[in-house]
């Protein structure tokens, strides 16, 4: 029976009461996996994938739940004690705040999971999620690292982006079990930003991203506002540079379909961690020619030039522009043979060999396996990284027949199998 003394105390008590039974029976929901993501798009997660992320999830919950039950003791117990009323407000505000932060969480997850809408999305993306696993895992075994579950999930936009495994997420005290990968519409089957974000987390678990970040301003000694400029943005430098070791001259062509904004391409907005896309694209051509020797993407800078004149920005960046084209060579050189922490000082090349996707690499491939290679479970299985690059590169090539290539893509990456 309350034996609080005045009416404003027993109205405060009877506030909290209601509130903080709100709120308990709002996280209540959160139990069924299903209220943010359909258990069907749950079976296309793989089980190395779905599992310690459906366990993360739970717990957070379950923390929730506890700390509702606790709070509404308080809550019960201010009721005959006045002076507890304003720590149990407080609780109450906690509790509110904590129930935000659970549900930002699962609705991240649960549109994540929840964007394999058909059969054909959920062997697509089970697809990428194995390829992009497959494409940190000789980097981090070699650095002593265990494999990382990936989760790619479909979104819109132009460019991909990661939620790193390892991070902090937005509840208190949780930490992200997979590496969650947005894929964007346009890329889903020329998907060669799926190594770029794989790379971000492979360069932040070698601590290549600083290594890097020495070298190419080593190359460019001499030139303070150029080393200004470009060390900044040595993570995602480290990120292109990763996707290009896994796909070749297709992460090049991709990647400038999607920075060829004539309104973007030249502009440098300040603190923008990404290179400059017209900067961005030369240093791509300049990797292929570093690897690989002249090329068709010798033909994709001039025609990059071209179409977009550096005289078309404001001066200044104009002759950071200009002057960054004529040490590109030497960028491209420090990029391949920067040292990698996690790999004892070695470049990452010592384990992501560029030649295999070189042209006339992938034209080796394609002989070989003849008819089979789009079709075959084999190749899917052994050769997929190397099928996005041949993919890509063919695109490129041949822009004719550029739907008949991205086909091709589609079939092999829709129709392969689900893992038992």
Same mark, same amino acid.
């Given at each position: 029976m309350s034996i609080l003394p005045s009416a404003a105390a027993r109205l405060a008590a009877d506030d909290l009461e209601r509130?903080?039974?709100?709120?308990?029976?709002?996280?209540? $929901? !959160?139990?069924?996996?299903e209220e943010f993501a359909s258990e069907q798009a749950w079976r296309g997660?793989?089980?190395?994938t779905g599992l310690p992320l459906r366990r993360q999830l739970a717990s957070m919950v379950t923390e929730l739940i506890d700390m509702g039950r606790a709070t509404q003791a308080t809550c019960r117990s201010?009721? %005959?004690?006045p002076e507890e009323l304003v720590v149990a407000a407080r609780a109450v505000q906690q509790y509110r705040r904590r129930y935000a932060q659970v549900e930002v969480t699962l609705d991240f997850f649960g549109d994540a999971v929840n964007s394999r809408?058909?059969?054909?999305?959920?062997?697509? &993306?089970?697809?990428?999620?194995?390829?992009a696993a497959e494409s940190m895992t000789p980097? &981090? $075994?070699?650095?002593? =690292?265990?494999?990382?579950?990936?989760?790619?999930?479909?979104?819109?936009?132009?460019?991909?982006?990661i939620l790193r495994a390892g991070i902090r997420l937005w509840t208190p005290g949780s930490i992200n079990p997979v590496?969650?990968?947005?894929?964007? *519409? =346009?890329?889903?089957?020329?998907?060669?930003?799926? !190594?770029? +974000?794989?790379? =971000?987390?492979?360069? =932040?678990?070698?601590?290549? $991203?600083?290594?890097?970040?020495?070298?190419? $301003?080593?190359?460019?000694?001499?030139d303070p506002p150029l080393q200004a400029m470009w060390a900044p943005w040595s993570s995602e430098i480290a990120a292109d540079v990763f996707a290009f070791l896994h796909t070749g001259y297709a992460s090049v062509t991709a990647l400038y379909d999607v920075v060829g904004d004539s309104r973007t391409i030249l502009r440098w907005p300040v603190g923008d961690p990404h290179p400059v896309g017209y900067l961005r694209t030369l240093l791509g051509c300049a990797l292929c020619r570093r690897a690989f020797g002249p090329g068709p993407w010798d033909s994709l800078e001039d025609a990059m030039v071209l179409s977009h004149p550096t005289d078309r920005t404001d001066p200044t960046v104009r002759t950071l522009l200009d002057r960054s084209r004529g040490r590109l060579a030497e960028i491209a050189r420090a990029c391949?043979?920067?040292?990698?922490?996690?790999? %004892?000082?070695?470049?990452?090349?010592?384990?992501?060999?560029?030649? *295999?996707?070189?042209?006339?690499a992938l034209a080796d491939l394609e002989r070989g396996a003849g008819t089979s290679l789009w079709v075959s479970p084999h190749w899917r299985r052994t +050769?997929?990284?190397?099928?996005?690059? &041949?993919?890509?590169?063919?695109?490129? +090539? %041949?822009? &004719?027949?550029?739907?008949g290539w991205i086909d091709r893509a589609r079939t092999w990456m829709t129709t392969e199998p689900l893992a038992a």
């Open positions: 509130q903080i039974a709100h709120w308990r029976a709002a996280a209540s $929901t !959160f139990r069924d996996a997660v793989e089980a190395h201010a009721r %005959h004690h809408t058909s059969p054909q999305l959920r062997s697509a &993306l089970q697809t990428l999620d194995r390829l980097v &981090l $075994t070699r650095a002593g =690292h265990p494999p990382i579950p990936v989760l790619v999930y479909l979104d819109k936009g132009m460019g991909a982006s590496a969650a990968i947005k894929i964007v *519409r =346009h890329n889903l089957y020329r998907p060669t930003s799926l !190594f770029h +974000e794989s790379g =971000h987390q492979v360069a =932040h678990q070698t601590g290549w $991203t600083q290594s890097l970040r020495g070298a190419v $301003t080593a190359a460019l000694e001499g391949l043979d920067s040292p990698v922490p996690g790999l %004892h000082g070695r470049p990452m090349t010592s384990v992501l060999d560029p030649g *295999r996707v070189s042209p006339s +050769e997929g990284i190397r099928l996005i690059a &041949l993919a890509g590169l063919r695109e490129a +090539e %041949h822009p &004719l027949d550029a739907a």
